[in-house]
């Protein structure tokens, strides 16, 4: 019934951008926010980042603060991830998630995922 399709992801050389997408055609958004995840092979999936659709605030991982953006176009249902400055430990399969702001903020749960789009970063 929802679907949440993330597009982007790609090889890169450290130092350099990527910007990832992802479109939640359900709009299950309406929840209250959307996330960025990301899980590298043999690590726990962590946080990235997220915002609240309505009031456009975000929030950001310490790993990734300064370096990565979070924003929305609500006209085309689309979240994107801007990031920058990438670092081989940026390297993981990174998932978007729509649910309730407080839930994604908090523990990091979500009412929807996507399929996830890798990301690899070379030295």
């Known amino acids: 019934q929802v679907q949440l399709v993330e597009s982007g992801g790609g090889l890169v050389q450290a130092g350099g951008s990527l910007r990832l997408s992802c479109v939640d055609s359900?709009?299950?958004?309406?929840?209250?926010?959307v996330g960025w995840f990301r899980q590298a092979p043999g690590k726990e999936r962590e946080f990235v980042a997220a915002?609240?659709?309505?009031?456009?605030?975000?929030k950001t991982a310490d790993s990734v603060k300064g370096r990565f953006t979070i924003s929305r176009d609500s006209a085309k249902n689309t979240v994107y991830l801007q990031m920058n400055s990438l670092k081989p430990e940026d390297t993981a399969v990174y998932y978007c998630?729509?649910?309730?702001?407080?839930?994604?903020?908090?523990?990091?749960?979500?009412?929807?995922w996507g399929q996830g789009t890798q990301v690899t970063v070379s030295s």
């Open positions: 998630a729509a649910g309730p702001w407080i839930s994604i903020v908090t523990v990091g749960s979500a009412n929807y």
């Open positions: 359900g709009r299950a958004s309406a929840a209250g926010g």
């Open positions: 915002i609240g659709w309505n009031s456009g605030s975000t």
